[in-house]
């Protein structure tokens, strides 16, 4: 009888065991970009405890800018890899501040899909201070969420203002590009709905929100960060259904045990 209650405790532990990977991603560039042409240099490192594979890094990037994607391959725990972005200008793009954005699409060994994404500033010529400000807050998701932006001019003159969302590919949105009109000194909130794709429970992703708006012959831009955690969609019950998985498990375990006791004391008989 002990063997038999050993064997099922082995079976409910093996249910809750896993390894993970974390991609870590930094960014750098040239201070302030002359011409037509510069290099972003982007490292990714995998800080969790699994290989990273078929890892493709990818620049989103604003109008006017454009540059080949870097292929990777695998990267395996503690292991670093840095990539060189050569990225092309239009020439007629105004000075100023822009956003732009580093996604990494990478699989785990089971050949399933995860993304991260990054996002940095780069100054083309001249720098700004943008007087249009946002910012969001972070979200607990399971298939779907509002996510809710706000804007704030601080200008006495009113813009026009484009508002875009960085998303990891296990997300979309009905807002991922928005032109908005903002008055002076108003205050604005926006509502995004954020749905849930493809990510799995117990995950953190880094999302994005920025706005771009051209003034006195130059180019302004702002952004925020908030972090998507995704957890279990809570059924009428409350039950947790991973647990529920487990009792359903000890439930059968059990059901075996005590067939086998019955048949063990009919041979003795």
Do not use: C, W
Not at 176 to 198: G, M, Q, T, V, W
């Amino acid at each position: 009888m002990k063997g038999y209650l050993f064997l099922i405790l082995i079976m409910l532990v093996g249910t809750v065991n896993g390894s993970y990977i974390t991609i870590n991603t930094i960014i750098s560039a040239e201070e302030i970009i002359y011409g037509n042409e510069t290099v972003i240099n982007v490292t990714v490192s995998n800080l969790g405890d699994e290989p990273a594979y078929g890892i493709i890094i990818s620049l989103i990037l604003p109008e006017g800018f454009s540059s080949d994607e870097i292929y990777v391959g695998r990267l395996n725990p503690n292991e670093n890899f840095t990539g060189r972005f050569f990225v092309r200008i239009d020439d007629n793009l105004l000075p100023g501040r822009y956003e732009i954005g580093v996604i990494t699409d990478y699989k785990d060994l089971n050949d399933y899909p995860f993304s991260a994404i990054s996002k940095k500033s780069i100054v083309l010529g001249r720098d700004t201070i943008s007087k249009v400000l946002l910012s969001v807050s972070n979200v607990e998701i399971s298939r779907d969420e509002k996510l809710i932006i706000r804007l704030r001019n601080l200008d006495t003159t009113e813009h026009q203002v484009r508002v875009r969302l960085f998303l990891p590919r296990e997300f979309s949105s009905n807002l991922i590009s928005r032109d908005i009109r903002i008055d002076p000194r108003e205050e604005k909130y926006i509502e995004a709905k954020i749905e849930n794709l493809n990510a799995l429970v117990g995950s953190s992703y880094f999302i994005f929100a920025t706005l771009e708006y051209e003034y006195n012959n130059m180019h302004h831009s702002y952004s925020s960060a908030a972090i998507l955690k995704v957890v279990e969609e809570e059924d009428g019950e409350g039950i947790d259904l991973i647990f529920l998985s487990l009792i359903i498990i000890f439930v059968l375990l059990l059901i075996m045990f005590i067939l086998l006791r019955f048949r063990g004391n009919e041979r003795r008989k």
